[in-house]
């Protein structure tokens, strides 16, 4: 089972960018789908979460309305769509599985190697 995160780099403020998650000996469909990040310095944060089954959306106050979470299970992939990035989103940011958005992964759900977002002028 792989998760692969792609879709990071360098964007100036105000930017935006979009993240992958494609998913490898996995159906993602079956798993409610997170976003996290870690910045430099602080604790891993969860940044964005779609449900199984209803595809229910839930962010973080700091994304709210900037960011959009989606998937394609055609093509077995999770997206995050960052638009006007600050400074402050800059971290390395992890898709991971989970049984929904309430409990979060566990200790057999499955993470990304994570892509970094550094958002500097």
């Known amino acids: 089972v792989q998760l692969q995160a792609s879709g990071g780099g360098l964007v100036q403020p105000g930017g935006s960018l979009r993240l992958s998650c494609a998913g490898s000996?996995?159906?993602?469909?079956?798993?409610?789908m997170s976003w996290y990040r870690q910045a430099p310095g602080k604790e891993r944060e969860a940044v964005s979460c779609?449900?199984?089954?209803?595809?229910?959306?839930y962010y973080s106050d700091s994304v709210k309305g900037r960011f959009t979470i989606s998937r394609d299970n055609a093509k077995n992939t999770l997206y995050l769509q960052m638009n006007s990035l600050k400074p402050e989103d800059t971290a390395i940011y992890y898709c991971?599985?989970?049984?929904?958005?309430?409990?979060?992964?566990?200790?057999?759900?499955?993470w990304g190697q994570g892509t970094l977002v550094t958002v500097s002028s």
């Open positions: 991971a599985t989970g049984p929904n958005c309430t409990v979060g992964p566990g200790p057999t759900d499955y």
């Open positions: 000996r996995i159906t993602l469909a079956r798993y409610a």
């Open positions: 779609i449900s199984w089954g209803d595809e229910r959306t």
